[in-house]
């Protein structure tokens, strides 16, 4: 899978895909990353790749064309000229944008090229995004000063849901906002498809050695060796943690009888 990435700060991604997961995504060729600098697709000397808004107002826009030549550059077609196959996604950051979320991930890891157009100033000329945007992406209810971060969080998170990416392929269902794992029989009851998943709920605590920390102990059940308790255990607590932090979650969430007694309790 590609990625390539429009800014006119490519040197803010020196060395941020550089680590750990994504590092070695790139490494095994799974996922491919390039940056595409605005500025080298401007004619003047200035290199000027911003205007001020029409209507008056404060701050700079992002002219268009820079954009759209770099974009032909990469062989980027406008919207309307893409057909219905497909297999990638333009994609501008912005505020205004869809809120990313983990099922959107999911949807960007199935193609086969995204690209990532960061905003900076107020924003980009609005006919970019109308002629080769097919999605706006905001990481959430804030403003930031230049879609940089919220690309490489974009990268970041689809990356590792690229097949073959994550060690063991299952366990990008087994924590917050997983695929369901509880297969609801017709009496409401529960049976788990799988060991442990998050089922669209957040992810239960995690421990590991030693088992005694400043007078903190581990949850007894996790060192039972007991598997259904300490499955039980973790259900329980991720429903919890649901009911406390995100409570929004579990209106889509898929919960069983006994769910909704431990929620109710
Ligand atoms: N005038 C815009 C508004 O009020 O909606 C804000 C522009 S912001 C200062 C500059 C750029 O940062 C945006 O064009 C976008 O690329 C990026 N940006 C800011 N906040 C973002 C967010 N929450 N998610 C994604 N991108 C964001």
Redesign the pocket.
């Known amino acids: 899978m590609r990625f390539e990435i429009l800014t006119i700060f490519p040197e803010f991604f020196r060395g941020i895909f550089e680590h750990g997961i994504v590092r070695r995504a790139q490494a095994a060729g799974l996922v491919e990353i390039s940056i595409v600098d605005l500025r080298e697709f401007t004619h003047d000397r200035h290199r000027t790749v911003d205007d001020r808004p029409f209507g008056g107002g404060e701050?700079m826009v992002l002219k268009p064309e820079p954009l759209a030549a770099a974009l032909a550059s990469i062989g980027v077609l406008p919207v309307s000229d893409r057909g219905e196959g497909s297999n990638e996604s333009v994609i501008?950051?912005?505020?205004?944008?869809q809120r990313?979320a983990q099922p959107v991930a999911r949807e960007l890891a199935g193609l086969e090229r995204v690209l990532l157009?960061?905003?900076?100033?107020?924003?980009?000329d609005e006919r970019i995004n109308e002629m080769y945007c097919d999605r706006e992406?905001?990481?959430?209810?804030?403003?930031?000063?230049?879609?940089e971060l919220?690309a490489a969080v974009v990268v970041d998170a689809v990356a590792r849901l690229v097949p073959g990416v994550l060690g063991n392929e299952a366990s990008s269902e087994f924590e917050s906002f997983g695929a369901s794992d509880t297969e609801i029989d017709a009496d409401g009851g529960g049976v788990p498809r799988s060991q442990y998943g998050a089922g669209g709920l957040l992810d239960y605590p995690h421990y590991t050695r030693p088992a005694e920390w400043r007078g903190m102990a581990v949850p007894e059940v996790l060192m039972s060796g007991d598997h259904a308790a300490v499955r039980k255990w973790r259900r329980e607590q991720q429903l919890k943690k649901t009911l406390r932090n995100r409570p929004d979650l579990l209106e889509n969430a898929e919960l069983t009888r006994e769910d909704e007694e431990i929620l109710t309790r």
Do not use: K, N
């Not at 501008?92 to 944008?97: C, D, E």
């Not at 157009?117 to 980009?124: A, S």
């Not at 992406?137 to 930031?144: E, H």
């Open positions: 701050g501008l950051t912005s505020p205004q944008g990313f157009i960061c905003g900076r100033y107020e924003g980009v992406i905001s990481i959430g209810d804030y403003v930031l000063s230049g879609g919220a």
